[in-house]
């Protein structure tokens, strides 16, 4: 079975500090992606990736940052937190054009 | 931007009866269709896909259809049980480099037994 796993299911962090989530995926897909979901806001797309070291912006990707060293690994970064990112925060993978499969989630918490 | 849409964003049904949940895209060169299930806590579930060169594919107590003339796409769920309740997303995936999944905002299924 594919696996998504993401690091934390909850967190909950300070305003104004960095925090990181971390992704990692086991079937070797080249795409990978960070969504965040908000009641009533659907799934919405902050950044993803098609390879190792390659990123591309998605819809909201204001006060965010990605990262992607290894072909497993898509970290997301929150530069400094604020209370509007307060929200489950989304992993999940994919071949091309294929079927993207979800991590877990974070509900990341900013007081 | 494009998007996907569900027509309805709550549906409430009885054990036993059968359910369809709806999905209008709106992205004409989308070619991959996917519908997942949420449950309260948890990631989003792949229950069955379809592309764009069929129109109709079966699962186990679930079908999806697809009629692109209309850009429309439904969920029917058999014999709904009290473990299908969940919010239910659709998602397109353009067949274009750099591109990801569109999804819409959720349906929520109810079953009431």
């Known amino acids: 079975d594919v696996k998504v796993t993401q690091s934390s299911r909850y967190l909950v962090k300070r305003t104004g500090e960095k925090v990181f989530l971390e992704c990692v995926q086991d079937m070797d897909h080249e795409n990978m992606f960070w969504y965040r979901q908000d009641p009533g806001l659907g799934l919405r797309l902050i950044y993803f990736?098609?390879?190792?070291?390659?990123?591309e912006k998605g819809d909201i990707p204001e006060g965010y940052s990605v990262s992607r060293e290894k072909k497993e690994r898509f970290s997301l970064i929150l530069e400094s937190a604020s209370t509007n990112q307060t929200s489950m925060y989304l992993c999940?993978?994919?071949?091309?054009?294929?079927?993207?499969?979800f991590g877990q989630g974070t509900r990341l918490t900013v007081v | 931007g494009e998007s996907v849409g569900l027509h309805l964003p709550t549906l409430s049904v009885q054990e036993g009866d059968n359910s369809i949940i709806n999905c209008a895209y709106s992205n004409s060169a989308s070619d991959y269709f996917i519908w997942y299930k949420q449950e309260s806590g948890k990631g989003p579930q792949f229950i069955i896909d379809?592309?764009?060169?069929?129109d109709k594919r079966q699962g186990q107590r679930v079908t999806v259809l697809l009629n692109k003339t209309v850009k429309h796409l439904s969920l029917q769920i058999a014999a709904t049980q009290p473990g299908d309740s969940a919010v239910y997303f659709c998602a397109e995936s353009p067949y274009q480099a750099g591109t990801a999944l569109i999804f819409g905002k959720g349906t929520t299924l109810s079953v009431s037994s």
């Open positions: 379809i592309r764009s060169n069929m």
């Open positions: 999940a993978s994919s071949y091309w054009g294929g079927t993207a499969f």
């Open positions: 990736s098609y390879d190792v070291k390659m990123k």
